[in-house]
C-alpha cells in the first residue's frame, strides 16, 4: 500500500507539470494560447480544485453578428460551472487570450493550498453572464493603443469619370494602425476605358501605387475612417480603329481624398468594409492624332466606390 501511495502521487506529480488544464475547441484565442500564458501566473500554492479545468466557448453576444468568448471553471463536462466569465473580442486574438488567462489565474489563486476552503465555499461570485466589457470610449481603447497593428487586405470597385465611361479597379494594400492613425500603401490596377477621337477612339488603362493617411474614429467593431494620399499612375494609351494605331506611355502624378466605414467580422481577425475616393490627376493627357487634328484630354478626375477586406496581425 505505501509503493501504491507513492506511485499516485509521482503520478500527480507528472500530471501537475503539463501545465494547466484549459479545454475548448475556440479558434480566437486557443485552448494552447490560454493555457502558454496561464502556466506562468499561477502561484506555487495557487491551483484549481481536484479534476477541475478552464472551458473556453463562443457565445453569441449582445450586439447581434458578433461572437464572444466565455471563460468556465468546471469539474465536469456536463456540471454546471464554478464560475464563468465573458470577454469580448476587441483588441485581437492576442488580447483575448491575456484577459482569459488573467480571469483564470485570478480563480486559482482562491484556491491556494495553504488554506484550502470547503468545496461549499469554492463557488466564485460571479454569475453566468456577467461580462468583461469594452473600455469606455473616454478612456484609450484598442484604436487609441500605442501598439501598432498590421493588416494586409483586398480592393475592388468602379472607377468613372464623366468621360470615358466606367471600368473595374482591383488591387491590394498594406497597412500599419497605430492609436487612431493608419499608414497605408496599395497597388491598384484600372482596366481599359475608351474616348472617342475622331475617325476613330482612343483606350487606357492605369496602374497606380497609392500611399495614403487616414484618422480612424469608433470601435475595433465599427469604425469609420477619413484618409488622404497620393496617387502615382503609369498610364498606357492605345489608339482603336485607326489606319496606324499607336501606344504610348506616361507618369501621372494626382492626389487622392477618401472615407471607408468598416466592421470587425465576428471570430475572425477581419474587417471588411466600403468607401469611396476621389482621384484628382495635376496635369493633362493627352491623346490625339499623330500631326496634328482632333485630340482629347484625358478625364482629370476619377471617382471610385468600392469595398474590401482585411485581415489582421497582431504586432
Not at 468594409?273 to 478625364?299: D, M, N, Q
Request: glycine share 14%; hydrophobic share 50%.
Amino acid at each position: 500500500m505505501i509503493v501504491l501511495g507513492q506511485a499516485l502521487a509521482i503520478l500527480v506529480v507528472v500530471v501537475a507539470a503539463t501545465g494547466p488544464d484549459v479545454r475548448g475547441n475556440v479558434v480566437c484565442p486557443s485552448a494552447e494560447d490560454v493555457a502558454a500564458r496561464l502556466g506562468p501566473m499561477l502561484a506555487s500554492d495557487a491551483g484549481f480544485p481536484p479534476g477541475a479545468f478552464v472551458d473556453l466557448a463562443d457565445v453569441a453576444a449582445s450586439t447581434p453578428g458578433l461572437v464572444d468568448v466565455e471563460i468556465r471553471l468546471r469539474t465536469s463536462a456536463a456540471g454546471a460551472p464554478l464560475a464563468v466569465r465573458r470577454v469580448e473580442r476587441g483588441g485581437g486574438c492576442a488580447d483575448t487570450a491575456d484577459a482569459a488567462a488573467v480571469i483564470a489565474a485570478s480563480w486559482a489563486s482562491r484556491y491556494a493550498t495553504s488554506a484550502p476552503p470547503p468545496l461549499a465555499d469554492s463557488a466564485l461570485p460571479e454569475a453566468p453572464g456577467v461580462a468583461v466589457r469594452a473600455p469606455d470610449p473616454a478612456k484609450p481603447g484598442p484604436l487609441a493603443s500605442a501598439r501598432p497593428q498590421f493588416s494586409i487586405g483586398a480592393v475592388a470597385g468602379i472607377v468613372a469619370a464623366t468621360a470615358g465611361g466606367s471600368a473595374a479597379l482591383v488591387g491590394g494594400e498594406v497597412d500599419v494602425r497605430r492609436g487612431r492613425w493608419v499608414a497605408r500603401l496599395a497597388l491598384a490596377g484600372m482596366a481599359e476605358r475608351t474616348i472617342a477621337v475622331d475617325p476613330g477612339s482612343a483606350g487606357w488603362r492605369r496602374l497606380m501605387v497609392l500611399p495614403s493617411l487616414g484618422m480612424v474614429w469608433g470601435s475595433p467593431r465599427a469604425f469609420a475612417e477619413l484618409g488622404v494620399g497620393a496617387a502615382i499612375g503609369v498610364t498606357e494609351t492605345r489608339g482603336l480603329g485607326f489606319g496606324t494605331n499607336a501606344t504610348d506611355m506616361g507618369i501621372d502624378v494626382g492626389g487622392v481624398p477618401s472615407f471607408r466605414l468598416g466592421a470587425r467580422l465576428a471570430a475572425l481577425p477581419a474587417t471588411v468594409w466600403i468607401g469611396g475616393a476621389a482621384l484628382i490627376w495635376f496635369r493633362p493627357h493627352g491623346v490625339g492624332l499623330v500631326g496634328g487634328g482632333a485630340s482629347k484630354t484625358l478625364p482629370r478626375l476619377d471617382g471610385f466606390l468600392g469595398g474590401g477586406v482585411s485581415f489582421l496581425f497582431d504586432s
